[in-house]
């Protein structure tokens, strides 16, 4: 799977490619919540006040968001019905260890739209933490249950929430090859794209309206930047060759691809709206793939086999200053930069296994997050406190998170078919 992504300039023939209006998944996502942090917040969530014909478990959606961010951990919210009107007794609540308490409704308004109401209670302190409203339709109570989530989130760690982000992959059913963007829970999945030919290298444009991708429909790869809201899409770069492994620049204005044209794969940066010719940034006969930018543009950490083996490098964006970044292990690949700058994640081959690890940029501290034998594709959540992968378990290829530290993963997928290649989308401009 992994060497897969680092050899992907090879083409994998076939043609024809189907565009069309979004569609839903077939299967929805199974959030698995595995592991216990050394610290999190105990919250509990009391019984909603809720009408009979609520489409969408509000609370259910709001308790599996905290749980799966690795920093809170649920327990047990009582029989007793509290909406946000409530003044409660936080003292039966403290004592049962509980430091925060959500209270809430979601009720039908005459409009026919839902009102998700919530209230949130600072238990330690006896304090009103705020809350908000959100008249939504029925189609947006999964959007509402997330930006209540974030509210939350951020009020009790101090970390913005990621539950409203989005999270794009890609899927192989049969010959079947499908571009997803579901909710940052993998729920709520629709597809962008559907194609009888692979699909690869998903990646978000910083403002998260577009998404470059990777096609194989001309029978040798090319990349193309896609609209999420609208489905238009352009072509980026069909140069004589391969073309592969796009990554937004900061400011969206252009992309780094890696491209065949000249003979070897190399590093090329090309132009965000099309047109123009590339300009090469890596000057080597090796294998130069997988760039990605530093948040704050000045940066560009890459692939590169020009030591005899993959390993992950660092230069400017303009291909100087080039320095080597991992040394353990003969076989480093898919690098990936958080997006507070701290931490870089990739892909390392450990014992013949490939696994996700972290290196914290300021020491060089490297710590494998997981047990998995066929990770790849990393990609931090835009408050950096979170990873999202793809791997296989127990035979099937699946999409799992991991907090920083390893301890706590959530396996999110459970759709047919091949699932690879996630990435997360940044917060929402």
């Not at 994998?12 to 595995?34: C, I, M, N």
């Not at 700058?341 to 490297?366: K, P, Q, T």
């Not at 959530?410 to 997360?424: F, V, Y």
Request: glycine letters at 10%; aromatic letters at 8%.
């Amino acid at each position: 799977m992994t060497r897969r992504r680092f050899h992907a300039l090879a083409a994998l023939g076939g043609a024809g490619l189907g565009l069309g209006a979004w569609g839903s998944a077939q299967a929805q996502f199974r959030v698995e919540v595995t592991g216990v942090g050394l610290q999190q917040i105990p919250f509990a969530i009391a019984p909603f006040r809720l009408s009979p014909d609520l489409p969408q478990d509000v609370p259910a959606i709001v308790r599996a968001n905290l749980e799966r961010s690795g920093q809170l951990r649920a327990l047990a919210g009582g029989s007793a019905v509290l909406d946000e009107t409530a003044r409660p007794d936080l003292a039966p609540w403290r004592a049962a260890g509980v430091d925060a308490l959500i209270t809430g409704s979601t009720v039908r308004l005459a409009d026919g739209r839902f009102d998700v109401r919530f209230r949130l209670w600072d238990v330690v302190r006896a304090q009103d933490l705020g809350g908000l409203s959100f008249p939504v339709p029925a189609s947006d109570l999964r959007l509402a249950a997330h930006r209540l989530s974030d509210y939350v989130f951020e009020r009790l760690t101090g970390d913005p929430g990621v539950f409203a982000t989005r999270i794009a992959y890609v899927s192989r059913h049969g010959e079947r090859h499908n571009l997803w963007v579901a909710d940052a829970d993998g729920e709520n999945a629709q597809s962008a794209l559907a194609s009888a030919e692979p699909i690869i290298s998903p990646a978000w444009s910083p403002n998260g309206q577009q998404l470059a991708y990777v096609s194989f429909e001309a029978r040798r790869p090319v990349v193309y930047a896609h609209e999420v809201a609208t489905g238009r899409r352009r072509l980026l770069a069909s140069f004589r060759g391969s073309n592969s492994a796009p990554a937004w620049s900061p400011d969206g204005r252009r992309l780094l691809a890696t491209l065949t044209f000249g003979g070897s794969s190399q590093i090329f940066s090309i132009d965000a709206a099309g047109g123009g010719q590339p300009q090469r940034i890596t000057q080597t006969s090796g294998i130069e793939t997988e760039p990605a930018f530093t948040p704050d543009g000045r940066q560009v950490y890459f692939v590169s086999d020009r030591g005899g083996s993959p390993q992950i490098y660092r230069m400017s964006p303009s291909g100087a200053d080039v320095v080597r970044i991992t040394f353990e292990g003969n076989y480093n690949i898919s690098p990936t930069v958080s997006p507070d700058g701290r931490w870089l994640a990739y892909i390392s081959r450990i014992s013949g296994d490939f696994r996700v690890c972290v290196m914290e940029l300021a020491n060089g501290r490297i710590t494998p997050l997981t047990d998995t034998s066929a990770d790849e594709s990393p990609s931090f959540a835009p408050n950096s406190r979170l990873i999202l992968y793809a791997t296989r378990v127990q035979g099937r290829e699946t999409l799992m998170t991991t907090t920083l530290d390893g301890r706590i993963k959530t396996r999110l997928a459970n759709l047919p078919g091949g699932i690879r290649e996630p990435d997360w989308g940044p917060f929402q401009r």
